[in-house]
């Protein structure tokens, strides 16, 4: 049976980003802090640019003790290290420097859990690193597990957690074969229930073909399908998700938040303009875009996110880190992960992470603004 299609605009787009979604309706607190009252509204957190500063990172590799190898890589060797001294300005007001103390106080009791794939798990490793490196000396306690793992601030009673769920909606196993169920979520959802702010991402998993496919059929409508316009169960699937929300919200003051797509970077010609590039991937890139635009293709996810928003009651904020990731071509780890052979080191041009980030790195930017989303 062939799925009907859902017919999804393609807009042209130069990178530019798309209007913040509105604050969300159940703060933690008041209390405002240092960013001025306007800035509520007026400051567009995610337009700007990236400025050298050499007081960063916040914390270094080495101090942090849960940073995956794949993420770490000053350990497994990278020579260069400015990537590590650029802030994120945006262009009509300053950012709070992340305070981890304050962070803490101001969550106390409080559980943070990140839910999607292994670049919400990116974000998860640095908010700990973030978090901890203002606390070192206090009581903390690792529970790794699959798929939910927690980091405890005991003193502070403070949790927080990652749930991976590339799809968000659930996977089941039906005759041995994994089903990727659409229009369900209820399996997934029972680990998030209790948790006080959700960030969610998914994106990247909803294109793998091959063996990096992680199901063997859809399943929407009460009819299964071997396969069908990945936009399209992506629609379907958010869909899902943004009625899980909706009710959800509705009836607790849990603060969600949703991650706009973390981009890629193996294709040169989406950065050089024309201008001969030393390699076919970020390998080799040691300095973010200059400016405030990116030159290559907006994703077609994200107008698919952006329609789904819209159409909420109560709307995540949108955690816009698409155009400035994009910028930052020289965050990746590349070569330098713990995940590859040093045969595969040789061969940068098909072996390059160009889809995660190193920690220290763009994902405590991430943190930055939703720590300014979140509290300020």
């Not at 080495?62 to 990537?83: A, L, T, V």
């Not at 939910?148 to 990652?162: A, C, I, N, Q």
């Not at 635009?293 to 819209?310: F, L, N, S």
């Not at 052979?341 to 061969?347: D, K, V």
Request: glycine share 6%; with cysteine; hydrophobic share 35%.
């Amino acid at each position: 049976m062939a799925f009907f299609p859902i017919i999804i605009a393609l807009l042209s787009f130069n990178f530019l980003l798309l209007p913040s979604s509105p604050k969300p309706l159940h703060p933690i607190n008041t209390h405002t802090g240092p960013i001025r009252q306007s800035n509520r509204s007026e400051c567009a957190l995610f337009m700007g640019s990236w400025v050298r500063d050499d007081t960063y990172p916040i914390y270094q590799a080495s101090y942090c003790p849960i940073i995956d190898p794949e993420f770490n890589c000053q350990m497994y060797g990278r020579p260069d290290s400015n990537y590590l001294k650029y802030r994120w300005k945006p262009a009509n007001c300053e950012l709070p420097r992340f305070n981890g103390m304050e962070f803490l106080m101001r969550m106390r009791g409080k559980t943070v859990m990140f839910v999607g794939d292994s670049l919400g798990r990116n974000q998860w490793e640095s908010l700990i690193c973030m978090t901890w490196s203002a606390v070192q000396r206090t009581t903390t306690k690792m529970i790794r597990g699959d798929p939910l793992s927690t980091f405890k601030f005991l003193e502070y009673g403070v949790d927080v957690s990652f749930f991976r769920a590339p799809y968000l909606v659930d996977i089941v196993s039906v005759g041995g074969r994994r089903v990727l169920k659409l229009d369900e979520i209820t399996k997934n959802s029972r680990a998030w229930l209790n948790a006080d702010v959700l960030v969610f991402n998914t994106g990247h998993w909803w294109t793998h073909k091959g063996s990096l496919q992680g199901w063997d059929l859809m399943e929407s409508g009460g009819s299964f399908y071997e396969d069908m316009n990945r936009l399209v169960a992506l629609d379907v699937g958010l869909k899902t998700w943004a009625q899980w929300a909706d009710s959800h919200v509705e009836s607790t003051n849990t603060r969600i938040f949703l991650q706009s797509i973390s981009p890629t970077h193996y294709n040169p010609s989406e950065w050089s303009a024309g201008a001969t590039s030393i390699g076919k991937s970020c390998y080799g890139e040691t300095s973010p875009m200059s400016g405030s635009a990116y030159p290559g293709i907006y994703p077609d996810q994200m107008k698919v996110i952006d329609a789904i928003i819209r159409d909420m009651q109560y709307p995540a904020y949108i955690l816009d880190i698409t155009t400035l990731s994009a910028m930052r071509k020289d965050a990746h780890p590349s070569i330098y992960t713990g995940d590859l052979s040093p045969g595969q080191r040789a061969n940068p041009d098909h072996s390059a992470d160009c889809s995660h980030w190193c920690l220290p790195g763009l994902p405590d930017t991430w943190n930055q603004l939703f720590y300014t989303a979140l509290l300020f």
